[in-house]
């Protein structure tokens, strides 16, 4: 109701908005539903932007992302790398060596180099769960974790939730029966999709061999289930897990798993747990299948099953890179320690 | 609790500064609370020090004892820790023997049994005597023993100078930080060590189990994607080791096993069985794994007793009635930022239930000590990610506190937690070497005690610890019981009172 | 022992769990107004512009109109209703979202919520109409103009504002004004819509210290 010049007055956001006030991303389990509503939403107008004849905007100008990821990864490395750049950001990539830690170069040390060097919003990857926790304690600008360890992986639940309300009839999630097939125990991916599918009403589902579930079930069998959380079933039954699912996500087999004795083989994993036409004719007919990547075709997914049009996997490589510059434009607009301003 | 004024005794002495490493040349504390767990008996009372010696205890009974109760001045005997890391030699930015004895009495012990894995590996007479040449050097009173390694080089092959140790005066054997590298090894060591008259202490773990591993296995792991570290690691070895020590002992009668750091309700009841049918086997369990669980990765603060259900079941820890563990998010009890790496210790810290079976333990006996574990590290080694910091707590100076919270919360008596203490490991260790090694609130004995007020609290900070390990999860939290005085040997470890 | 910084702190927890919070104008209330047009001098003056823009670029080939978010849209949208009925055509109306194009991000708390663009036509060759509720620093229709360039080459781009308060801070003025209105810094002009406000009005008020 006011005029809105902006560097004159502060913004007034309308009354129904809710604010964005967190200044790291570490994981989603901090996220209320309507913080999660508006990642969606300004996802949605980060959409708009990529369909433009130039798919840019200023918004980030002159701002230092810094992308370190102590693991290697091309696709979540460069979805951050070009969400950065269509906000006009300086990307500056690192890419660093698991090496360097038994060289004895601590994280703290390298997060307080990149922030001497410039870094105003570190996104990282790194293979031991937790690391962005103690990133986010020695860094004075933002932290945006692309995948710690086992832990969590948020932007890929957020994009993963961004695409399921996108391709969904009604585009709600609420009740609709979600199938995470495959190895939950290792998964970042399935840590993060629990917070948000559960807050978000879905039926969860994580199905796959016992060996790789080692633990879920006590956390998905919690009666009273977490704060604003359902309750998810953990079942090794894959027909069980399937039948009238509406969302079925494959997660990737690693060899490492046979090297360590949880699965006698490959082949005997897509044999019991693979995704096929078959097992997928179970499902509801129209069941969105899904897909985090790298995909091991053949293995935990079928090529036939990749090739359906109801196959989304590359819509969530777009939508990733959508949902990954909500977050940084968000993240980018909250000064100092979290909530200072609420003081006002 | 009346705190005015403080505290209802009254310290008297005259001349001379309470000096660290003086002999205590005169103190009376009248009207205090006597807590003597090795005559097993406690109340108010008046007891004076002349000369280093006690010279004096008195009961105080009817109306010179109005007034006087539990919450305000506490005089115990001094405080045994069977299990401490020095870190000297070798590891002297983390600790050295002089900081460790001043943190030691800090917290109120006046003896410490110093654990090998240090380097050189303490495995031979020569770094025996190197250890003991630091103790003398610091001038602290709090008396040293040292607990040599069962393995030379602590390298799990083949057995260490364990005879020409035991002359050179070790109380023990053990490979802490590791546990005897095998079933075959460990039966050696327990015979030889047997015929010495000395235990073997065993840090059981199946590090099969646990390799990688980096938090309890359960739901907190679960949550946080941290790998699991089952309690099958621990039980396993502590049936195994019991079963090679019911063996040895039919050959070996001197033969005894003391499992330490034990974690969990299924280890603690294979003791409790083991005990039941007469092997020689005591076991110790530190402060945090009876107040501190799993739960505190995740940022949950609360003690371990408040994050149970089944008050009532604290006298069954293994039966139907037994404490269930409540999760903290449910509980809205996450409070603090996850991964705190000074929350990872070995054994990992469990979960409330497995807490609650250590405090029921301690309760009925199959524990016969607490001892600290005190582990102190480099900011270096502890600054790190949660899965590669170095396993361990800087626990010797809080450890009263932490079993006064107990205490207050009802989990324990005052006397039993000052039993674990004191006649609890002292019997222990008496055991070991076949030699008494404290007397208590004796008349005629050297004055060895602590004095604490009981309601005062202190904020544990890095400022507040003598030891150089500012490791501890307990940092910024108040924890009640003040250490005023140790003293060790008629000598003063540790004065507050000026 | 000098002992670095974090390790002792207390971490108090993003404090993301207790539900969400709401906005407000951060460090400042809003006093009761003045009201210095009412709803009929608000109509007079949109239809007076609408005169303005035909003239002055006499007629309305190659015209567009395109309203800044908010309170823009509906006034472009009423330019366009009052010259369809005047020169009986149509002239395209869009409205423009300039939220990514800021150049205030140090400055504001919060990141301002997405309100979209929707141009409906190609810009290229026209004579676009930039349509904004206030004219105050300039910095929007600097905002606006990057966006637009975003999206084509219009051949001119004219400024219409329902109020123009001074104090620019850019080289940027108004073509067609529908009142001047000189005012201080420490107020507020408040333009109500009926699209969006339920009434039509322009108000100015005091910004007062926020006792908090």
Redesign the interface.
């Known amino acids: 109701m006011s005029d809105r010049d902006p560097g004159a007055e502060p913004i007034v956001v309308g009354a129904d908005a809710p604010a964005w006030r967190h200044r790291h991303l570490l994981d989603v389990d901090v996220l209320a539903a309507d913080e999660i509503d508006l990642v969606m939403r300004t996802a949605d107008a980060m959409k708009g932007i990529l369909a433009r004849p130039i798919a840019k905007v200023p918004a980030l100008r002159g701002r230092n992302v810094t992308i370190i990821f102590w693991e290697a990864s091309t696709r979540t490395r460069v979805s951050f790398e070009v969400a950065a750049k269509n906000l006009s950001a300086d990307v500056v990539n690192i890419a660093a060596s698991t090496s360097s ?1 038994t060289k004895g170069e ?3 040390d390298t997060i307080r180099t990149v922030q001497a060097l410039g870094a105003q919003m570190l996104v990282m990857r ?1 293979g ?4 962005p ?2 990133a ?2 020695h860094f004075d600008g933002h932290v945006l974790n692309g995948g ?5 992986h948020p932007t890929q639940a957020l994009l993963d939730l961004y695409t399921m309300r996108e391709r969904l009839p009604g585009g709600s999630i609420a009740g609709r029966k979600v199938v995470i097939l495959g190895d939950i125990l290792h998964s ?1 991916v399935a ?1 993060s999709n629990i917070w948000s599918l559960t807050a978000a009403g879905a039926d969860l589902w994580l199905c796959g061999p016992s060996t790789l579930l ?3 079930d ?2 998905g069998g ?1 009666a ?4 604003g959380h359902g309750r998810f079933t953990v079942t090794s039954d894959v027909d069980a897990a399937l039948r009238d699912a509406d969302v079925v996500m494959a997660l990737r087999i690693q060899k490492e798993r046979m090297d360590s004795g949880l699965l006698p083989s490959l082949r005997e994993y897509t044999a019991r747990f693979g995704l096929t036409l078959d097992r997928l004719a179970a499902a509801k007919p129209d069941a969105l299948v899904m897909h985090p990547g790298p995909m091991n075709e053949g293995v935990e997914i079928d090529p036939a099953v990749v090739a359906l049009d109801r196959a989304v996997i590359e819509d969530q490589v777009t939508n990733g890179v959508a949902v990954r510059m909500a977050l940084l434009y968000l993240l980018a607009g909250v000064h100092g320690a979290e909530g200072a301003h609420d003081a006002a | 609790m009346p705190r005015e004024p403080r505290p209802s005794a009254k310290t008297g002495r005259r001349g001379g500064a309470l000096q660290v490493g003086a002999t205590l040349a005169d103190l009376e504390i009248s009207r205090a609370w006597l807590v003597d767990p090795f005559a097993g008996r406690e109340g108010a009372g008046e007891i004076v020090v002349r000369d280093g010696e006690i010279a004096g205890v008195t009961w105080l009974t009817g109306a010179a004892a109005k007034g006087v109760d539990a919450s305000g001045v506490i005089v115990a005997p001094g405080f045994l820790d069977l299990h401490v890391h020095l870190r000297e030699p070798g590891f002297e930015d983390a600790e050295t023997v002089a900081t460790g004895l001043a943190a030691a009495a800090h917290g109120g012990f006046t003896r410490v049994c110093a654990m090998a894995n240090t380097s050189p590996a303490i495995d031979g007479a020569a770094v025996v005597g190197l250890v003991r040449a630091a103790a003398a050097a610091s001038g602290s009173p709090v008396a040293l023993e040292i607990v040599g390694a069962v393995s030379a080089g602590r390298a799990g092959e083949k057995l260490a100078a364990l005879g020409e140790m035991t002359d050179a005066g070790v109380v023990g054997f053990s490979d802490d930080g590791a546990p005897v590298k095998g079933p075959v090894l460990l039966a050696h060591a327990l015979r030889y060590a047997g015929m010495l008259g000395r235990p073997i202490v065993e840090h059981a773990e199946d590090t099969a189990l646990t390799s990688g591993a ?1 938090a309890n ?3 907190v ?8 570290w089952p309690a099958a690691a621990e039980e396993a070895v502590v049936a195994r080791d019991l079963a090679i020590l019911a063996d040895v002992v039919r050959d070996v009668p001197g033969a005894r096993l003391h499992l330490t750091h034990l974690s969990t309700a299924g280890a603690l009841d294979l003791v409790r069985r083991a005990k039941a049918a007469g092997l020689p086997v005591t076991c110790d369990v530190t402060p945090h794994h009876l107040a501190l669980a799993d739960e505190w990765i995740a ?1 949950a603060r609360r003690w371990a007793w408040e994050a149970v259900d089944g008050a009532g079941a604290r006298r069954d820890p293994v039966g139907a009635g037994a404490p269930v563990a409540r ?1 903290p ?2 509980d ?1 009890a ?8 000074d929350l990872r210790v070995n054994p990992p810290l469990r979960d409330p239930a497995d807490a609650a079976a250590v405090r029921a333990a301690l309760r009925d006996g199959t524990a016969d000590a607490v001892a600290t574990d005190h582990a102190p590290h480099t ?2 080694d ?7 910091a170095a396993n361990g707590i800087s626990g010797i100076e809080t450890a009263l506190g932490v079993l006064l919270a107990a205490v207050d919360a009802g989990e324990l008596t005052l006397a039993a937690a000052m039993a674990a203490l004191t006649s609890g490991p002292a019997g222990v260790l008496g055991a070991w070497t076949g030699r008494p090694v404290a007397a208590g609130l004796k008349v005629g004995a050297p004055a060895d005690l602590v004095l604490f007020d009981r309601g005062e609290s202190w904020t544990v ?2 400022a507040s610890l003598r030891s ?1 390990g ?1 490791n501890t999860p307990l ?2 939290r108040a924890l009640p019981g003040r250490v005023l005085l140790t003293v060790a040997a008629g000598r003063i470890a540790f004065s507050d009172l000026d | ?1 000098e ?2 910084r ?9 404090a993301g ?1 207790e539900g969400p919070h709401r906005a407000t104008r951060a460090g400042q209330a809003v006093s009761d107004g003045r009201r210095i047009m009412t709803a009929d001098e608000v109509r007079r003056a949109t239809v007076r512009i609408a005169h303005e823009i035909v003239e002055k670029q006499a007629g309305t080939e190659g015209l567009a109109l395109v309203g800044i978010q908010r309170r823009g849209v509906p006034l472009a949208r009423r330019l366009a209703d009052a010259i369809a009925e005047n020169e009986g055509v149509r002239l395209p109306a869009g409205a423009l979202d300039i939220t990514f194009y800021r150049d205030d991000l140090s400055l504001v708390a919060h990141q301002p919520v997405v309100k979209g663009t929707d141009l409906p036509f190609d810009l290229n060759g026209l004579t676009v109409v930039v349509v904004d509720d206030v004219l105050y620093t300039g910095r929007t229709i600097r905002a606006a103009m990057d966006a637009l360039m975003d999206f084509g080459r219009p051949r001119a781009i004219r400024l219409a504002v329902l109020v123009d308060r001074g104090h620019r801070e850019l080289p940027i003025r108004a073509d067609h004004v529908g009142k001047n209105v000189p005012t201080s810094r420490d107020e507020i002009v408040k333009v109500l819509v009926e699209e969006i406000d339920g009434e039509d009005g322009v108000a100015i008020e005091r910004l007062v210290a926020a006792h908090l």
């Open positions: 830690v601590s994280l703290v790194h031991t769960s937790g690391a926790y103690l986010a304690e710690d360890g086992w832990h969590a970042r840590r080692r633990g879920l006590r956390w919690r009273a289930g977490f704060p | 980096e296995e359960g739901l792991a679960s949550v946080l994607g941290l790998r699991g940022g999760d998010w449910t809205a996450i409070v603090a930022e996850p991964f705190d790496p900011l270096v502890k600054e790190v990610e949660f899965g590669l900070t890095p150089k500012k940092a910024g | 022992m002992y670095p974090g390790a002792f702190k207390d971490r108090p927890r993003e769990k």
